[in-house]
């Protein structure tokens, strides 16, 4: 049983940067057919795709985030994270980790429990 | 990007009842469809990929078919712990897009 949990500041100041860890547990992010993957949902809104990282260092971004985002790994602590720089107030949402399974067509089969970000000075 | 479009953005049903909920690509897709149930305060639950099948553990009651631009999830019989809002979700071309949400309540 894959499980991921969110880590990370709760609040953090207009125009500085998001940073959200994402540790795993039950399964190797270094696993191939696997991408580890962040995804937000603004409070009381849809989903949003963010990007991934694949276990051979690839990676993804949503264009829309694009010029913000980075996501990196960290193979020796089976940990994986998000930076999204320039953070405004529209930045403020729940932060998924899950992992997309290749396998399932890339559906999400385990997400994190989720980690509220609020952007406010 | 590819649009995805649920209907309807909300449905009042009774235990018991079958529902379909239905989601329109904005492109066609293939069969690279997925489905998930989100309750309040929690993360969303992985039910059927790649259109129309089921993830271990879903009860048959659900059921998920379609291809190209548009595909149904139903529900054959209500239960209590099926209210929940459902989301659709692409996974042909990154980025991968998710419908707006389809909340299910109870009549």
């Known amino acids: 049983q894959v499980q991921l949990q969110e880590s990370g500041p709760g609040l953090v100041k207009p125009s500085q940067t998001l940073s959200l860890t994402c540790t795993v547990s039950?399964?190797?992010?270094?696993?191939?057919?696997?991408?580890w993957t962040w995804i937000r949902q603004h409070p009381g809104k849809g989903l949003e795709w963010i990007g991934y990282?694949?276990?051979?260092?690839?990676?993804y971004y949503n264009p829309s985030l694009k010029s913000r985002v980075t996501i990196s790994a960290d193979s020796s602590k089976n940990q994986f994270s998000l930076n999204l720089s320039s953070v405004t107030v529209a930045d403020t949402a729940v932060y998924y980790c899950?992992?997309?399974?290749?396998?399932?067509?890339?559906?999400?089969?385990?997400w994190g429990q989720g980690t509220l970000v609020t952007v406010s000075s | 990007d590819i649009q995805m479009t649920q209907s309807p953005s909300s449905l009042s049903a009774s235990v018991g009842d079958r529902v379909t909920i239905t989601c329109r690509a904005s492109?066609?897709?293939?069969?690279?469809l997925n489905w998930y149930q989100q309750k309040p305060g929690k993360a969303p639950k992985f039910l059927i990929y790649?259109?129309?099948n089921l993830q271990s553990g879903v009860p048959s009651r659900f059921s998920g078919s379609g291809s190209g631009t548009d595909f149904t999830l139903t529900i054959s019989s209500l239960q209590p712990e099926d209210f929940a809002t459902y989301y659709c979700?692409?996974?042909?071309?990154?980025?991968?897009?998710f419908g707006q949400g389809t909340k299910l309540e109870i009549k």
């Open positions: 492109q066609s897709i293939s069969g690279y």
């Open positions: 899950v992992r997309e399974r290749a396998d399932y067509g890339s559906a999400v089969d385990y």
């Open positions: 979700q692409q996974s042909y071309n990154t980025p991968y897009t």
């Open positions: 039950g399964g190797s992010i270094t696993r191939g057919g696997d991408y």
């Open positions: 990282i694949y276990y051979s260092g690839t990676t």
């Open positions: 790649a259109a129309s």
